[in-house]
């Protein structure tokens, strides 16, 4: 077993339960959405249901498929397994979307919490906390179920994911460095002083400069702190009347990120 799923296991100490795979109806699009569920823990002592999104391509698999993990912003919060496939996954579920043969994992972070404990509209960074918040320990455990049960190529496992999903992704790509292939935080931020601490595979930040909501000074700040540590970094430096719109030209359909996560492997050491 990897140090990703041994660190798991250590966090979610005998609270993960999977339930049944629930039938969903056929989108018109190249993926379904199956609902699925763990057991963990909810940050205050106890446990509880977690549902979330996998989607999976409607053509067999012929090997081993690349796994998008996809960590949505602060308005898709909530408890409906829903609305965390907006913005990204949805596009997978409608016709004209990208051209994508692998899985996508869809967690979704209850209305009062984050997927990391910090102020979004900070400029100056401050360090996370040691431990990963309940919502993303939820999240991970449906990473190990996805692994375990789907025919996923370990190789090529990305994580993305847009604002508060942004600072997911830069908080979440050094904590299991052992999993990913890529990371591509969007309009999020992090804490500089965990450069150090990524993993050695691509690195693909967006964020526009005019950015509202989330100062794009924080992925200036993570940018050069990647760079200076060695990593290899690409930023996507938005023009104004981006705002806080980021994961639009990122994702977009016929833009090269999708090409980019279906080739892409993970460094060998």
Known sequence: MGRLLLALVALTACQTVTSPIEPQPESPGTHRAEVRTVVAGDGRGGTRVWEYRLLVPKEPADGPLPLVVFLHGAGERGTDNELQLVHMPELLLK???????GYLLAPQCPEDQRWVETDWDRTDPEPMGPDPSAPMVAAMAALARTLEEEPIDRERVHLTGLSMGGYGTFDLGPRWSDLWATLTPVC?????????????????????????????????????????????VRFEQLPEGTGHWAWGPTYDPGGPWWDWIEATRRPQP
Do not use: C, Y
């Not at 016709?95 to 043969?101: A, D």
């Not at 691509?202 to 989330?214: L, M, Q, R, S, Y």
């Open 188 to 232: 999020g931020g992090g804490d500089p002083d965990s450069a150090a601490r990524f993993p050695r595979v691509p690195v693909w930040i967006w964020h526009g400069v005019d950015d509202p909501a989330v100062p794009f000074q924080r992925s200036v700040l993570m940018a050069n702190a990647l760079e200076a540590a060695g990593h290899d």
């Open 95 to 101: 016709e004209g979307g990208p051209s994508f043969g």
